[in-house]
């Protein structure tokens, strides 16, 4: 990773977003006075979270965020984790045993050491095992309700666990999580890390009673692709910070990580043909903050711990427009064949590679060769929004060609909806993030084969303001609380667009205004887990009532885990039984 000083803003001035209806306010509690920086929210954090939280409840089989398809309780099955258990697995899911005894070890404090057994015997304290799923999967919404029996799901052979499901069943014996794929074993030791009290967040040993509530719980995904995205063009943000993200997008069983790498104000990937594309147009970004770039290792470091999570990187080179800063590093690829001041300010659509010249679609052959191969993952997002500044006929042009380039190298295609217009290649997927369902030429694309990826700005979009007062983000589209983040149906959004057409969602945070990883954290908690369920439960589950309630018990664990998050009032987060102060009850602190 290298960084470089920034370039004083210059270039176009900013310009207003095109507007969108905001949604009613519901009723708000009022807060103190908003803190402008991240270390000030970190600093109000940390007030408030002396002494705020009540002791957490015991944890119920049904208060996992993703909402499971089926939830079995068995009050009489209750387990307690002893001092000298085991992670007992099979070859195959070494690997994510490994990681859920890294999960438990810091607040246990016990060995939790992983023994190797091909056939797990069933007085393991904790076994993983992996065994086919052969029965097809039933249709997408058909399992029971959050909390509905499990009824004759059988062995987990019979559950139609498909590629990412796993069964878990708690016993007074013991726990036992069965999948078909590590994937699924993975989803379901994150469900079971859920389910023990909060203090297992802790990175010290703590005292306490490591139960799990009895039962059974056989889950699967609604969606195939469920993910977030981080843009790390407007602000850089390394190789660390990234990391962490990823883990936020697995605890949530989130499944792919789509990185803007690519902007007008900063290029972030290192391309060895190209490199003044790092080294001059990475130099860069919003406001004069420090620019930088992810060198081949970096990204490689990125995609490795991703995928050991079970999380897929979707990087984005934008083209043709949001390019100036590789017009600054490529002159010859520019309209006028004039090098562009660098670009730190947040104005968009004014910038574009030259669709006319040959040039152009080396530079696209390079990027996107390169890109393709440090990247294991079947998707490569090509942008295509915002270039106001092409005509639509040249436009059309380069989509189509650039689509071809991306395709050669064995990737799928994805863009921004702006993309649908253009000739249709196999497999494409259309990333729509409207703010009305009404978009025709979308779903033409989709008649002609395109699969949609939601992400609605005024439902999805991380950057949008939660409150008037929030300190940082945007509202060109509106309010988005954590109601509104829950309250849609990915399924039934876009007019004319079957269910089966829609491939799965995604929550895009961009960073004009994001600048630190508390920053990223204090847009996404507690709004990405609503996306998340969205994207993994089944639609008979969905319930705002219900889901607020779940979602007030993970306060207390992203505060043991040290995860900066939002108190937002519509929450009833677990307040101080005794004496809290006048106007903080359900309300929970962020810490930093």
Request: with cysteine.
């Amino acid at each position: 990773m290298s960084t470089n000083p920034a370039v004083p803003e210059t270039g176009p001035q900013p310009r207003p977003r095109p507007a969108a209806d905001a949604p009613d306010p519901s009723p708000r509690v009022d807060l103190p006075a908003a803190p402008a920086t991240a270390a000030e929210l970190a600093r109000v954090a940390a007030d408030r979270a002396t002494g705020q939280l009540a002791p957490p409840a015991p944890v119920r089989l049904q208060d996992v965020v993703p909402a499971p398809a089926q939830v079995r309780p068995d009050p009489s099955g209750d387990f307690t984790l002893p001092p000298d258990a085991a992670i007992r697995v099979g070859p195959a899911g070494r690997d994510v045993a490994g990681q859920l005894a890294d999960w438990l070890r810091p607040a246990t404090g016990y060995p939790l050491p992983v023994t190797d057994h091909a056939e797990p015997g069933p007085d393991a304290p904790l076994t993983l095992t992996l065994s086919p799923a052969t029965a097809p999967p039933a249709p997408a919404g058909d399992a029971p309700a959050d909390g509905a029996p499990a009824g004759d799901a059988g062995p987990a052979d019979r559950a139609a666990l498909g590629d990412e499901g796993y069964r878990l069943d708690v016993t007074g014996g013991g726990v036992r999580i069965t999948a078909a794929t590590p994937a699924g074993l993975f989803h379901g030791t994150q469900t079971l890390r859920q389910l023990l009290p909060a203090a297992i967040e802790s990175a010290t040993p703590v005292a306490e009673r490591w139960v799990l509530p009895g039962g059974t719980i056989v889950d699967r995904p609604r969606f195939a692709y469920r993910g977030a995205m981080l843009d790390v063009a407007r602000h850089f943000f390394g190789v660390d910070d990234v990391l962490r993200v990823v883990d936020h997008l697995a605890r949530y069983k989130l499944n792919h990580l789509h990185l803007h790498l690519t902007d007008d104000q900063g290029w972030r990937i290192a391309v060895d043909s190209r490199p003044r594309l790092a080294e001059v147009g990475g130099a860069t970004a919003v406001g004069g903050a420090p620019g930088g770039w992810y060198t081949r290792d970096d990204y490689r470091r990125i995609v490795a711990y991703a995928a050991r999570r079970h999380v897929t990187v979707v990087p984005e080179i934008d083209l043709p427009g949001h390019t100036n800063a590789a017009l600054v590093a490529c002159p010859e690829l520019a309209p006028g064949k004039t090098a562009p001041p660098p670009y730190t300010g947040t104005d968009v659509g004014f910038s574009y590679l030259d669709p006319d010249d040959e040039r152009t679609y080396a530079f696209v052959a390079d990027v996107v060769g390169e890109v393709a191969a440090l990247t294991p993952g079947p998707w490569l997002h090509l942008g295509g929004d915002e270039a106001f500044k092409v005509p639509a006929e040249s436009y059309r042009a380069f989509v189509d060609r650039a689509q071809a380039l991306v395709a050669a190298t064995g990737k799928t295609v994805v863009g921004w909806h702006q993309i649908a217009p253009a000739g249709h290649v196999d497999g494409r997927v259309v990333q729509w993030w409207g703010t009305n369902g009404d978009d025709p030429e979308t779903a033409d694309a989709v008649r002609r084969g395109a699969r949609l990826v939601l992400s609605p700005g005024n439902h999805a979009y991380l950057d949008m303001k939660y409150a008037p007062d929030t300190p940082i983000g945007h509202d060109w589209a509106g309010l988005v609380d954590v109601r509104r983040a829950y309250e849609w149906d990915p399924g039934a959004h876009v007019h004319g667009v079957p269910a089966e057409a829609v491939l799965g969602v995604e929550a895009p945070l961009w960073t004009e205004s994001v600048t630190t990883r508390a920053e990223i954290e204090f847009m996404m908690f507690p709004r990405l887990p609503a996306v998340a369920e969205l994207g993994w439960s089944p639609r008979s589950t969905h319930d705002w009532a219900g889901f607020r309630e779940r979602l007030a018990g993970h306060g207390p664990r992203w505060t043991a885990a040290g995860i900066t998050f939002h108190p937002a009032p519509e929450i009833p987060w677990p307040a101080r039984r005794e004496g809290s102060p006048a106007g903080t009850a359900g309300r929970a602190p962020a810490t930093a």
